[in-house]
């Protein structure tokens, strides 16, 4: 059981990766941030908050091997964003599809920010500051928009439960 | 143990895993990219880039259908400029081609070898991208490495080679650089730096020139310095969008650069410079003697290695 939730849970975090890397690397408009989402959308299921924190540090930290930012950068920021998902999904889960989807939005928002912010701090302002204006606004908006299609189905296939996540 | 229920552990398990996050940041700053985090960046490179690149066959098609959507409202603006483009671009490869011309017959004259036409090239495909920075389908066993520099098929920079694993490499592009770049605007030498949250619709950079004579002027091409050390002198960089003349002894312009790294689908990396280890330090090449007979009617050279006696 716990192996295969695992195995769902890195076989995601893969594929994410490489869509993020290949076919949203590429376009300019629409523009998730899917390796983020996961992260936060796992603050959705009843996974342990350690395993949660653990795979949105790791993913992070595949991200910034990939690219050409600091080791660490998108590590700590996919785990705070995280961190603040794990501390504010029972506000989200009260609410409808509507809701879910902007606590996506704003936790990603948030995300992109720290990113911008910390990233500024060690010198990466050239690699990661390119449109940081839209980026601000349109990496939210496609992640608000993924989410409202797609957390129900990620919630019921990491927990293994058809009845996780209904809306009301 | 991985589908429990809540746990009371997140806040310590935060701070830890924050803490390692920055040490990682402090390390990789410390070792400059070198080092333990080029293994770590190679060896992640090595296990995700065959998945990138089956991704790329399926994903290229669907990324172009969707850029060229969303650039139809621009078409027939893009269509006039590039008419003109191409009117001014024959006007000035005909008057290139004249000076080819002369310049093959000179070099013909005075015997001379063309300096970097022998640089070894890699075309490599653009398969993705992380930030700014570019992921290429060709890596160390293709010969590309680390610091090479980067240009498109139009002989245009376009970075350097910032990590390599065996199949594939990580180009930042000049656009994204920390480090200024050396290059030449008519006879004045100065530096190009990046400008931090650029806008995407203009790439900009900004020039400066530190011991300015001249002002320059808004179309100046910008050209690589031969006192670059990442790259080999004379390639195009950009042009020069606005006028500006020295204040005291320096001067400070934008430069549009000519390639924009976002619409690239294919890079090509020089191997440059040629062999800067063994021109260092190697000694293994036999040294020669030259033999010269003086005969009546004619003057023969022969070159042997010393090795053949």
Redesign the interface.
Known sequence: MRGRTALVIGLTVVIAVVIQTTLFGRLRVVTPDLVMLIGIMLALTRIRTEAILGVAFLSGLIMDLLGASLIGLRAVVYTTVAYIAIRTRERAEMGGRVTIALWVGLLTLLGVVLLLLIGTLFGQAALIGEGAVSVMILVPLANVAVAALFAPTFVRLVDRDRTALRYP | ???????D??LP??IT??V??????T???RLEGGGV?AV??GG??AI?SP??RI??YA??P??NA??SL?NVASLREQNAALSAQLAESQAALVAVQDDLAKLALLEQIYDLETDGAELGQTVANV???????L?IDKGTRNGVLAGQPVIDTNGYVIGTV??ASSGSA?I?PI????DGLTVLVGSQTGTLV???????LGLEMDLDIFDAREPVLAGDRVLTSAASTDYPAGLPVGEVIEDASPESTSLTTTVRPFVDP?ALRFVVVLAWPPDPVSAATDDTIPEEVTDTTVAEEATTTTTTPEDDG
Not at chain 2, 1 to 7: I, N
Not at chain 2, 127 to 133: N, P, T, Y
Not at chain 2, 175 to 178: I, K, L, V
């Open positions: 143990m991985l589908t429990s229920k809540q746990s552990r997140a398990t935060f895993l924050l390692i996050g920055v040490l990682l940041m390390f990789d700053v985090v770590l960046r992640t490179q995700v998945m990138q991704a790329a994903v290229n669907i990324a969707l850029d969303s398969i993705g991208s992380v930030d700014a920075a992921i910032e990590s990580t930042l656009t994204a650089s920390r990046t400008r931090p949250f650029s806008s995407d976002e």
